[in-house]
């Protein structure tokens, strides 16, 4: 007999085709929590109206105003953990702590991640090589996405990026924070982003500001998209997934961040190491989850950021039991882990499919770890 091993589809009509990790009372927990975030995903009057306006705003000031707004913002001291949705799924899958399931990693490993940035401004786009060169010291490659109508791109760097095994992404459109104010607005410039995407040669997409609507997305001939975060309380566009795996929405394999972004580290909590990546680490592996970082050169631009992100590397270097891969190769494996079938009547060989030799079963007991 065989069973799928991601959850059960769950499609009502019109809505968009969703399998989560894992089948099951678990594939629930992390619909509801999925859920809670696409009503939340909406823009306040008072952003729409800053974005209309922000053109107009110097840059200077627009800082300012992020800065106040992000100070004072209340949070608790775990505000990067998804404390809720981690409850919620433990005790749900330690109900059936020997049910056996697909492990989500390939190759023996216990976690992953993977290193993507956003080039906001023409600065940012001066910076890339240096610290393209720093990740690749370490054994690193990792995706750039840039704004393809912002800054004058040179076809040159992205070629060099891509000889040096990196992946170059569409970052949205202009980044004026207006691309998801109307459906509308959203499928005129998906025109625009799609031909970027062609032109780039990409194949993953994540949007400015991370505003969102994964149903709108499917416009984009992206193969994934990477603009859902499982908790970010600095984000205009509120909400959270909680969960730290990817998952598949529709035609797109959705990659959340997981890792506080750089700017709300180093800018707004002003932090001096990166003692809180390495916490959220620790806390994914206790879920075997997916540690997806985003950082921005035009925030690694003083040495003493790029030191606190090139310890937080070392750092990932030194765990052995992380897949440390870029995103396509994580995508890859995860359509691959989608679509692989278990015979529950075959104890030695029970994962099929392409890519099942690098698979193994586990149970939800050893997935989650202390
Ligand atoms: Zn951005």
Same mark, same amino acid.
Do not use: E, R
């Given at each position: 007999m065989f069973q799928n091993p991601s959850a059960t589809e769950t499609s009502p009509p019109g809505a968009l085709t969703l399998r989560f990790a894992f089948a099951g009372d678990v594939s629930e927990v992390i619909q509801a929590h999925f859920e809670r975030d696409a009503k939340q995903a909406t823009l306040s009057r008072k952003f729409k109206l800053y974005y209309r306006l922000r053109r107009w705003i110097p840059i200077p000031l627009r800082q300012l105003l992020q800065r106040g707004r992000n100070q004072r913002i209340d949070v608790p001291r775990d505000w990067? &953990?998804?404390? +809720?949705f981690a409850k919620d799924f433990r005790s749900t899958a330690l109900r059936q702590a020997d049910a056996e399931v697909i492990h989500p990693w390939p190759d023996g /490993?216990?976690? +992953?991640?993977?290193l993507t940035h956003d080039i906001e401004t023409k600065t940012g786009l001066g910076l890339v090589d240096r610290l393209a060169a720093l990740e690749e010291s370490l054994g690193f490659r990792s995706?750039?996405?840039?704004?393809?109508? @912002? /800054? +004058?791109? %040179?076809?040159? &760097?992205? +070629?060099d990026l891509r000889n040096r095994g990196h992946e170059i992404c569409v970052h949205g459109y202009n980044h004026d924070g207006r691309l998801f104010e109307s459906k509308r607005t959203f499928t005129a410039r998906s025109v625009a982003i799609n031909q970027a995407m062609l032109d780039f040669g990409s194949k993953g997409f994540r949007s400015p500001m991370v505003h969102r609507n994964l149903n709108w997305m499917q416009m984009l001939d992206a193969d994934y998209d990477a603009s859902c975060f499982d908790i970010d309380p600095f984000q205009a566009m509120p909400g959270g997934i909680g969960s730290v795996w990817p998952f598949i929405a529709g035609k797109l394999v959705e990659m959340p961040y997981t890792m506080p972004q750089d700017h709300t580290l180093l800018v707004t909590l002003a932090e001096t190491t990166p003692r809180i990546w390495i916490e959220k680490l620790t806390f994914l592996r206790q879920l075997s989850g997916m540690a997806l970082m985003i950082t921005h050169p035009d925030y690694l631009d003083t040495s003493a950021s790029? @030191?606190? /992100?090139? %310890?937080f590397l070392i750092h990932l270097t030194e765990q052995e039991d992380c897949w440390r891969a870029s995103p396509l190769q994580i995508v890859d494996w995860w359509r691959l882990r989608d679509a692989m079938r278990i015979d529950v009547d075959n104890q030695s060989n029970p994962i099929h499919g392409p890519g099942s030799d690098r698979a193994r079963m586990t149970s939800f007991s050893s997935l989650l770890t202390d």
């Open positions: 990067f &953990l998804p404390t +809720a /490993y216990q976690m +992953a991640t993977c995706s750039w996405n840039f704004v393809p109508h @912002k /800054y +004058a791109i %040179d076809q040159g &760097l992205l +070629a790029l @030191k606190i /992100y090139q %310890d």
